[in-house]
């Protein structure tokens, strides 16, 4: 006979936040921070730089704005995903360019406050509520795809793109030894 007082050793069929496994689909917030800090600001760089050299009576230069504002707003998509809170205390830039490296940054330090250790995992089932990963990953996701649609724009703009986007990419390393 227990007492009231006394506590047992049975397992609790309750679940923990930090006990779940991860979701495989979701890679981790590391992950996304190199993809977004390295791979796709420079890859924004150089699409932007293309806009800025288009001609404003270019046919391809309203286009290549909406598109442009669109990566925008997906890039403010996964910060508001990835915030903590709901207070912005920052103000973007009006003009599209700084907005656009502004939107990156703010990104990039929004998925920096993004716990680790428990991203990815599944929430408890006894809380009725569902992982803030998932609309984080696809939210990045839609952030990929229209970095793919402002590189189609830009080949149509600029000829030279693809060259200056994978420039650094294979270098060439020649072995000073002698071969025989």
């Given amino acids: 006979m227990t007492l009231a007082t006394e506590q047992t050793d049975a397992p609790t069929l309750l679940e ?3 006990h779940n496994e991860r ?3 979701i890679p981790s917030v590391s992950w996304m921070i190199q993809k977004l800090d390295g791979d796709l600001r420079r890859r924004v760089d ?7 050299n288009l001609a404003a009576d270019n046919p391809l230069h309203a286009g290549y704005e909406k598109e442009l504002r669109a990566l925008v707003r997906c890039l403010d998509r996964v ?3 990835a915030k903590r809170s709901h207070a912005n205390h920052q103000h973007p830039p009006v003009e599209l360019g700084a907005r656009l490296q502004w939107s990156v940054s703010h990104t990039v330090s929004n998925l920096n406050a ?6 990815g995992r599944r929430y ?5 509520e569902r992982s803030n990963a998932e609309p984080l990953w696809a939210a990045m996701l839609a ?7 402002l590189t189609e724009l830009a080949r ?9 986007m994978y420039e650094g990419l294979v270098t060439l390393q020649l072995d000073s030894r002698p071969m025989a």
């Fill in 16 to 18: 923990t936040w930090t």
């Fill in 23 to 25: 979701m495989r689909h």
């Fill in 46 to 52: 150089l699409l932007w730089s293309a806009y800025a």
């Fill in 79 to 81: 910060a508001n995903v």
């Fill in 114 to 119: 993004v716990d680790a250790e428990t991203f």
């Fill in 124 to 128: 408890p089932f006894q809380t009725f």
């Fill in 143 to 149: 952030v990929i795809e229209h970095v793919h649609r």
């Fill in 156 to 164: 149509n703009a600029d000829r030279g793109i693809d060259e200056r």
